[in-house]
């Protein structure tokens, strides 16, 4: 398991985003599972740093983004409380985005098309929805309300709330029951949007671009 790791890290990084997106909704409910939650969040923060490790980003700003990041969870673990939640998805935010960039640039380093680089579109797309996750996270933090939904309109939305909110801006198949109802909030879900359009536009299409001369050529 190590070495495959080691040989493809995208598609374990890929794996462990989707396992967390079925583990997320057991996690939210009670103490225990916030505790979980942050672990699971250390975790996570791994396989990016896993991930930059075999890219043309610096393996040591990953660690510098990382740790804060780990220890702000760790302590929201071991104490059971989310008031440090909105640090930490600071850190865990531009580490993300610092990780899909680094991805990025790994898949558009070669005409080679290898099969960690199809991992890495997975994996670069589910990075680039969770950083605007926890972008959302710092946004409500910093302007509460900023967020509304048809459910309990005038709470806090949850961490699985903004995830959702931001899947469906990033894959451009409109907005969730959640909606941003702050000036500020609607011009981060806006530039969510564009994000999602170019990423389809400039990588995607690119990567099928080259796997499909690939195989004219063979």
């Known amino acids: 398991m190590l070495a495959f790791a080691k040989r493809e890290p995208s598609a374990v990084l890929f794996a462990g985003q989707v396992l967390g997106i079925l583990l997320y909704p057991l996690m939210q409910d009670d103490g225990v599972g916030q505790a979980l939650f942050s672990i699971f969040g250390i975790a996570i923060l791994g396989l990016v740093v896993l991930a930059v490790r075999s890219t043309p980003g610096l393996t040591q700003v990953a660690l510098l983004l990382a740790a804060p990041a780990s220890i702000l969870l760790l302590i929201q673990a071991i104490s059971g409380s989310d008031a440090l939640q909105p640090y930490s998805s600071a850190f865990e935010c531009v580490l993300y985005f610092y990780a899909a960039g680094a991805l990025i640039a790994y898949m558009l380093a070669d005409h080679d098309v290898t099969r960690d680089e199809l991992w890495a579109v997975g994996a670069t797309f589910t990075?680039?929805?969770?950083?605007?996750?926890?972008?959302?996270?710092?946004?409500?933090?910093?302007?509460?309300?900023?967020?509304?939904?048809?459910?309990?309109?005038?709470?806090?939305?949850?961490?699985?709330?903004?995830?959702?909110?931001?899947?469906?801006?990033?894959?451009?198949?409109?907005?969730?029951?959640?909606?941003?109802?702050?000036?500020?909030?609607?011009?981060?879900?806006?530039?969510?949007q564009m994000v999602g359009l170019a990423f389809v536009?400039?990588?995607?299409?690119?990567?099928?671009?080259?796997?499909?001369?690939?195989?004219?050529?063979?």
């Open 201 to 218: 536009a400039m990588v995607v299409s690119r990567l099928v671009a080259l796997t499909v001369l690939r195989r004219r050529d063979t």
């Open 127 to 192: 990075l680039v929805a969770w950083a605007f996750a926890y972008l959302f996270l710092v946004v409500q933090a910093a302007e509460p309300g900023t967020f509304t939904a048809a459910v309990d309109p005038d709470s806090q939305r949850t961490w699985m709330e903004l995830l959702f909110l931001s899947f469906t801006t990033l894959s451009s198949t409109g907005l969730s029951d959640v909606v941003p109802v702050e000036a500020f909030g609607r011009s981060v879900v806006m530039i969510e």
